[in-house]
């Protein structure tokens, strides 16, 4: 029998595998165009009206653990600029995939992840809340609505199955 829980649990959880696999593989270059594209694009309200400029001198770096990719973000002029493991930072974003994700689609906010100790904020303090308030303040209506069905259906069944993986432990008390 065709058990679609079980489906998405296992897709789940061999997400972050497949994506690893995929930033090893894929070329640098591509990798950096297609972020940079995307970056450019999502904040392109902010950079137009330099809302971004703050950035101006600065680099950000994100990392996702679980799938080993690093990126730095800074400003040029106008444009956001992303290098593939970058010599510096200023600071640093660091969690998992599910944790950007969950945090992408609204299902929980940068404070509880830190807070939580799965999302931590390394380097300049003043940069950081910059950051973070304005990703507070951008919605995920901003991307196109398949993409936020699919981060919000994916953030759910990250939930769920991080549910499910705790459960036992609860149940044998």
């Given amino acids: 029998m065709f058990d679609i829980k079980r489906v998405n649990s296992k897709l789940v ?18 990798q950096t165009s297609m972020l940079q594209l ?8 902010e950079l137009s009206t330099g809302e971004l400029s703050f950035l101006q001198d600065k ?11 690093e990126f730095g973000i800074s400003l040029n ?3 956001l600029q992303v290098q593939l493991q970058p010599a ?8 998992e995939l599910a944790d950007f994700i969950a945090m992408i689609s609204n299902q929980v906010d940068p404070d509880t992840l830190f807070f939580r100790r799965r999302l931590q ?6 940069l950081g809340l910059y950051c973070k308030n304005l990703l507070d303040s951008i919605g995920p209506e901003r991307l196109p609505l398949p993409l936020t069905r699919g981060l919000q259906w994916l953030a759910q ?3 769920a199955a991080a549910l499910a993986d705790t459960k036992p432990a609860v149940e044998q008390r």
Avoid: H
């Fill in 13 to 30: 959880a061999v997400l972050p595998t497949m994506l690893r696999r995929l930033t090893r593989c894929a070329p640098k270059a591509a």
């Fill in 59 to 69: 680099s950000v770096v994100v990392s996702v653990a679980d799938i080993a990719l």
């Fill in 77 to 79: 002029g106008k444009q």
């Fill in 38 to 45: 995307a970056l450019n694009r999502f904040f392109y309200p």
């Fill in 157 to 159: 069944q990250q939930g």
């Fill in 88 to 95: 510096q930072q200023d600071l640093l974003l660091k969690a």
């Fill in 121 to 126: 904020m390394l380097g300049d303090t003043e």
